[in-house]
T-cell receptor
Framework: GENVEQHPSTLSVQEGDSAVIKCTYSDSASNYFPWYKQELGKRPQLIIDIRSNVGEKKDQRIAVTLNKTAKHFSLHITETQPEDSAVYFCAATPFGNEKLTFGTGTRLTIIP | DAGITQSPRHKVTETGTPVTLRCHQTENHRYMYWYRQDPGHGLRLIHYSYGVKDTDKGEVSDGYSVSRSKTEDFLLTLESATSSQTSVYFC?????????????FGPGTRLLVL
């Protein structure tokens, strides 16, 4: 089955700087890669996703890049703000598969 | 928040007692899931359902059972709760406009087994 590894487990960045979280996956059939943000005490919420027919996707200050050859994908947050502080989870699955495999999460702290 | 509710939101119970958690959706999604979340482990799939009366095991299914008698409801039962089942439980749904891969989560249930 799929195995997703996520790094780093914790990340602290100065407000205004960029943050990058990386995930690797094992199943070459995987082609759907969502990212979830979970604020303290709240539910995970989908913030961006990418399918393998594209290499990069942006939505305002967040972007996701995908390297299918190396089997890794990354979340980039630019101009970080205090409200970006949260735990972020990556996940992967083959298209049409209803089960996601999640990474273990990255706790991002934005330092004012 | 995608029309998903969970009940109860908080529960304290004693070892050996049965516990049932409920997930209710108003979105008519085909797929429903139960996850548990523990520090250092992320989100781990317990069971999922791909239709009424159709369920399958996830990676951490031991000690749990599920039932889905209606599209909108997915029940998770701990037959005899143990302290290792203290966790936060999330329900999720998928299967419409976003495709079956795109999952949306409920608000969670905090379960403490003493």
């Amino acid at each position: 089955g799929e195995n997703v590894e996520q790094h780093p487990s914790t990340l602290s960045v100065q407000e205004g700087d960029s943050a990058v979280i990386k995930c690797t996956y094992s199943d070459s059939a995987s082609n759907y890669f969502p990212w979830y943000k979970q604020e303290l005490g709240k539910r995970p919420q989908l913030i961006i996703d990418i399918r393998s027919n594209v290499g990069e996707k942006k939505d305002q200050r967040i972007a996701v890049t995908l390297n299918k050859t190396a089997k890794h994908f990354s979340l980039h947050i630019t101009e970080t703000q205090p409200e970006d502080s949260a735990v972020y989870f990556c996940a992967a699955t083959p298209f049409g598969n209803e089960k996601l495999t999640f990474g273990t999460g990255t706790r991002l702290t934005i330092i004012p | 928040d995608a029309g998903i509710t969970q009940s109860p939101r908080h529960k304290v119970t004693e070892t050996g007692t049965p516990v049932t958690l409920r997930c209710h959706q108003t979105e008519n999604h085909r797929y429903m899931y139960w996850y548990r979340q523990d520090p250092g482990h992320g989100l781990r799939l317990i069971h999922y359902s791909y239709g009424v009366k159709d369920t399958d095991k996830g990676e951490v299914s031991d000690g749990y059972s599920v039932s889905r008698s209606k599209t909108e409801d997915f029940l998770l039962t701990l037959e005899s709760a143990t302290s290792s089942q203290t966790s936060v439980y999330f329900c999720a749904i998928s299967g419409l406009a976003g495709g079956r891969e795109t999952q949306y989560f409920g608000p969670g249930t905090r379960l403490l087994v003493l």
